[in-house]
């Protein structure tokens, strides 16, 4: 059994949605400090050819406060200029319509936290694209290891879950040592990201967009395709 841990992003790269697909369960480390301009609550979509920021209104955020307790200051004035964005630059996209329902779902919930509305983002498209894995939050589930060493609290986390293989991102080599792990029971793999372009409109594509992007240029079988395209290390 193979599990991954992750801050919440907002409508993350397609390369968080190959980790979730490398795995059987997925936490969302929720109760560690939020990093000030990150991808928690930013990301990327296309605009005239070029990549855009959008990013989500926060309340006092900072990096000494964690993740699940910066809370959002959205509204629907914000919401309507998101989705008109949206419209404006993916109209005529191969599938807009369905996509463009899927985000607005999102945003139809009443949130107290980033992390909420972050979560609920990853969950709901992982589902839409038939990722059936196990989704679990860190402040809930593993309440008991928070103030751990960082390795030693991922392995913990691992060991409570039930799972003898830990999932990390490829930047994760220069922290995490494999024999470290192995000691304490676990095995540790890095993921390999290959993320082939696929079409956007009659444009040069543009790379590091958010999965938005994603949805709307490629069908379900697709994008299955562009998931499944990793490597274990």
């Not at 209104?57 to 200051?73: G, H, R, T």
């Amino acid at each position: 059994m193979k599990i991954a841990i992750m801050q919440p992003y907002v409508f993350p790269y397609l390369g968080y949605f190959q980790l979730i697909n490398a795995v059987d369960t997925f936490v969302f480390y929720d109760d560690v400090n939020f990093i000030k301009r990150g991808w928690i609550n930013r990301n990327k979509i296309l605009c005239n050819n070029k990549d855009l920021l959008f990013t989500i209104p926060l309340a006092k955020a900072s990096q000494n406060k964690i993740i699940k307790d910066v809370e959002i200051l959205i509204d629907e004035y914000w919401i309507s200029n998101f989705l008109k964005t949206l419209d404006q630059n993916y109209k005529k996209a191969p599938y807009f319509k369905e996509t463009f329902q899927l985000v607005s779902s999102v945003f139809k919930l009443e949130y107290n936290s980033i992390s909420e509305l972050a979560i609920a983002s990853i969950i709901l498209i992982s589902r839409y694209l038939e990722i059936n894995i196990n989704f679990e939050v860190s402040s809930r589930k593993y309440f008991s290891t928070q103030g751990q060493e960082k390795s030693e609290r991922l392995i913990n986390i691992a060991k409570e879950s039930g799972c003898e293989n830990y999932i990390n991102p490829i930047g994760g080599l220069e922290l995490y040592n494999k024999t470290a792990f192995k000691k304490k029971g676990i095995n540790l793999h890095f993921i390999k990201n290959e993320l082939k372009p696929y079409k956007q409109f009659n444009n040069e594509f543009v790379n590091g967009l958010s999965i938005i992007d994603v949805l709307m240029f490629n069908s379900k079988i697709e994008i299955k395709e562009l998931i499944n395209n990793y490597k274990l290390i």
